[in-house]
């Protein structure tokens, strides 16, 4: 049985900046009282190196709006769907997966608690978090809390306090990323905030492959729905990035999301669907909730057209 489409292009390397420019566009706004239109200067996105690069231009049966797709059967490896699934792309919080398979492989003590200290604080992108300097969590729980959570100062103090220290910790992510043919993939840090981390919808999919197949707890905790931790004398509740976790409809085994201005929003995913198991990897989506709709738009195709056939249809450039 063959279902597939496919269509590929080839990505421009798109230069990184640390502090990502917020570019201004003008908009006419009416005053109440005067009833004139003024102009006033409000952000715009900055385009993600995929639309620089041109990939959405692609167009494609599944009306996707992320601009790299692929989907594969674990079992079989037969590639179901296929969009420019070889362009190298900066891949945000997907960095956390193989950040959790390399802890997770160390055999490291869960129990040993850790502290967050300023170098986890985020300088890259300037992001938030809860976990404040000083609070103290078990390596257990910081990998719950950045593969569930996408926690990045949780991540990032699992590669500081990593026997050898941070750039070991880095280098092992890359040796890893080699043993099991990510050809095209580079990290530089642990947690996804850094535009250099980037890889192909191909490598990903060896990685979610390995990570579901080889290590039980990652299967465990980036599916969990939520988890309260106890932060000091607080109770901090944290809920899964990924809303298809709870949805009744999915069968997920493993999943991780991802997002920053140069990546768009990312997903993978090892679901059950249909009774196949597949591989999902779905990067540079365009709108917050876009690349859910995209995996449900996959989901809907395969229960209605795996058991046809033949069915092939291809992609075309808009």
Same mark, same amino acid.
């Given at each position: 049985?063959?279902?597939?489409?496919?269509?590929?292009?080839?990505?421009?390397?798109?230069?990184?900046?640390?502090?990502?420019?917020? !570019?201004?566009?003008?908009?006419?706004?009416?005053?109440?009282?005067?009833?004139?239109?003024?102009? #006033?200067?409000?952000?715009?996105?900055?385009?993600?190196?995929?639309?620089?690069?041109?990939? !959405?231009?692609?167009?494609?049966?599944?009306? &996707?709006?992320?601009?790299?797709?692929? #989907?594969?059967?674990?079992?079989?490896?037969?590639?179901?769907l296929r969009k420019n699934d070889q362009a190298?792309?900066?891949?945000?919080?997907?960095?956390?997966?193989?950040?959790?398979?390399v802890i997770s492989e160390a055999n490291?003590?869960?129990?040993?608690?850790?502290?967050?200290s300023q170098a986890?604080?985020?300088?890259?992108?300037?992001s938030s978090s809860r976990l404040a300097v000083g609070t103290v969590l078990s390596r257990g729980d910081m990998l719950h809390l950045a593969l569930m959570s996408s926690e990045n100062r949780a991540a990032h103090a699992l590669g500081r306090t990593f026997p050898g220290g941070l750039d070991t910790f880095v280098s092992r992510m890359n040796a890893r990323a080699q043993s099991i043919g990510m050809r095209d993939t580079r990290y530089?840090?642990?947690?996804? &905030?850094?535009?250099?981390?980037?890889?192909?919808? !191909?490598?990903?999919?060896?990685l979610v492959s390995t990570a579901h197949k080889e290590q039980p707890v990652l299967r465990e905790l980036s599916t969990s729905p939520g988890r309260e931790i106890e932060v000091g004398h607080r109770t901090l509740q944290y809920n899964n990035t990924n809303r298809?976790?709870?949805?009744?409809?999915?069968?997920?085994?493993?999943?991780?999301?991802?997002?920053?201005?140069?990546?768009?929003?990312?997903?993978?995913?090892?679901?059950?669907?249909?009774?196949?198991? &597949?591989?999902?990897?779905?990067?540079?989506?365009?709108?917050?909730?876009?690349?859910i709709a995209d995996a449900e738009r996959v989901r809907r195709w395969i229960e209605t057209s795996h058991h046809s056939a033949g069915a092939v249809a291809t992609a075309r450039q808009g």
């Open positions: 049985m063959a279902l597939a489409w496919s269509f590929s292009a080839h990505a421009e390397a798109a230069s990184n900046k640390t502090k990502p420019a917020v !570019h201004k566009k003008m908009a006419a706004v009416k005053p109440a009282a005067k009833g004139r239109y003024a102009k #006033v200067m409000v952000p715009a996105a900055r385009p993600s190196f995929g639309q620089m690069a041109g990939l !959405h231009a692609a167009l494609d049966p599944l009306d &996707l709006r992320s601009s790299v797709a692929l #989907v594969i059967d674990q079992d079989t490896n037969e590639i179901l190298v792309l900066p891949i945000a919080s997907l960095t956390k997966l193989m950040t959790g398979l490291l003590p869960m129990s040993e608690m850790i502290t967050i986890d604080v985020d300088t890259e992108k300037g530089v840090e642990p947690t996804g &905030l850094s535009s250099r981390n980037q890889s192909s919808a !191909h490598d990903l999919a060896l298809l976790v709870k949805s009744p409809q999915w069968d997920i085994g493993l999943q991780k999301t991802g997002y920053i201005s140069e990546a768009g929003q990312c997903l993978v995913m090892q679901a059950q669907v249909s009774g196949r198991k &597949l591989i999902m990897v779905f990067l540079d989506s365009a709108g917050k909730l876009s690349r």
